[in-house]
C-alpha cells in the first residue's frame, strides 16, 4: 500500500467516526465526491491545489468560495487540515479509504457491474440481493457498460472479480483447451 494511502485511510477513519457520531455518514461520502468529482473534472483547480507554491491559505479559501455552503462543515475542516498538511492530493484516496471504512462498519458493499447494455432496474436488485447473500453485505450496484463482454456481466467488489462474461468464459475455454494440449 502506498505512503499516500495509507495516509487516506487514516483520515478517512477518523472522518467516518467524527461522522457517525454526527450521524451524517451519507452526507460526508456524498460532499467528498463532489469535491473529488470537481476536482478531477477541473484541470486549472487540479493544478492550483497541487502547486507547491501556492499558500494554503489561499488554496482552503478558493475552496471554500467554491464549496462553502455546499458542504458540511465536518467535510471543510477536513479539507481545511489536509490542506494545511500539504495533503491535498490525498483527497481521491480519502473519497475511497471513506466508502470502504464506512462500507465495512455499516455492513455495504460497492460492486461493479459491467454488462454490455445498461441494466434495469430489476436486473440490477437481483443481482444486488444475489451477491448480498454472497457477501453478507447489502449491495450498492454502480453499472459500467463495456461491449467488449459480448455478453453476460462481470461484478467487481472490492479486489474479487464475478466473472459471468460469455468473453470470460470463452478465455476459460481457450486455458483449458490449451492446457489438454499441453498434456
Not at 25 to 47: G, M, R
Not at 102 to 124: I, Y
Request: aromatic fraction near 4%; glycine fraction near 8%.
Amino acid at each position: 500500500m502506498s505512503r499516500e494511502a495509507l495516509v487516506a485511510k487514516r483520515y478517512a477513519k477518523a472522518l467516518f467516526e467524527l461522522a457517525r457520531d454526527k450521524g451524517v455518514i451519507a452526507q460526508v461520502e456524498n460532499h467528498l465526491k463532489i469535491v473529488v468529482d470537481t476536482i478531477n473534472s477541473n484541470k486549472e483547480l487540479d493544478a492550483f491545489l497541487k502547486h507547491p507554491g501556492v499558500d494554503s491559505k489561499a488554496k482552503f479559501s478558493v475552496l471554500q468560495n467554491a464549496f462553502g455552503h455546499e458542504l458540511s462543515g465536518l467535510v471543510m475542516d477536513t479539507l481545511r487540515l489536509l490542506i494545511s498538511k500539504g495533503r491535498e492530493t490525498v483527497l481521491p484516496e480519502l473519497l475511497k479509504s471513506y466508502v470502504t471504512v464506512a462500507g465495512e462498519a455499516l455492513g455495504q458493499a460497492d460492486a461493479v457491474v459491467s454488462s454490455m447494455e445498461p441494466l434495469t432496474a430489476e436486473q440490477s436488485a437481483e443481482i444486488a440481493a444475489k451477491f448480498g447473500q454472497i457477501t453478507g453485505k447489502t449491495i450498492r450496484i454502480e453499472n459500467v457498460i463495456d461491449k467488449s463482454l459480448l455478453g453476460g456481466i462481470q461484478v467487481r467488489i472490492g479486489d474479487r472479480l464475478y466473472d459471468g462474461s460469455l468473453s470470460g468464459k470463452l478465455a476459460r475455454l481457450e486455458q483449458s483447451l490449451k492446457q489438454a494440449q499441453a498434456l
